[in-house]
């Protein structure tokens, strides 16, 4: 069974720092990578990463926030720099299988004052 834990979410002044982890279990990935969705807003892709490859950036993020990978322990990070009010979000770890499944995390509130 999947089971992605996230955590590092929480409230953050504008200019501010996080740091976003995930652990995932239960399969292997060659996906993992995090969305976020904001209050009325559709689910969107931050940052993701493949097994052995190099982060993709949305736009938005890119220069800001740095996604990491740690393939020993199933584990992704995002550091999260210069965060701005429209980063607020609830932020969802998202993993998928070789076989193609995608699979997410219960979610971890991120929420920056101005």
């Known amino acids: 069974q999947v089971r992605l834990v996230e955590s590092g979410g929480g409230l953050v002044q504008a200019g501010g720092s996080l740091r976003l982890s995930c652990v995932a279990s239960?399969?292997?990935?060659?996906?993992m990578g995090w969305h976020r969705q904001a209050p009325g807003k559709q689910r969107e892709l931050v940052a993701d990463i493949a097994w052995g490859g190099t982060p993709n950036y949305a736009q938005f993020v890119k220069g800001r926030f740095t996604l990491s990978r740690d393939n020993a322990k199933n584990t992704v990070y995002l550091q999260m720099n210069s965060l701005k009010p429209e980063d607020t979000a609830v932020y969802y770890c998202?993993?998928?299988?070789?076989?193609?499944?995608?699979?997410w995390g219960q979610g971890t509130q991120v929420t920056v004052s101005s």
């Open positions: 998202s993993a998928r299988t070789w076989s193609n499944i995608n699979s």
């Open positions: 239960g399969s292997a990935f060659r996906t």
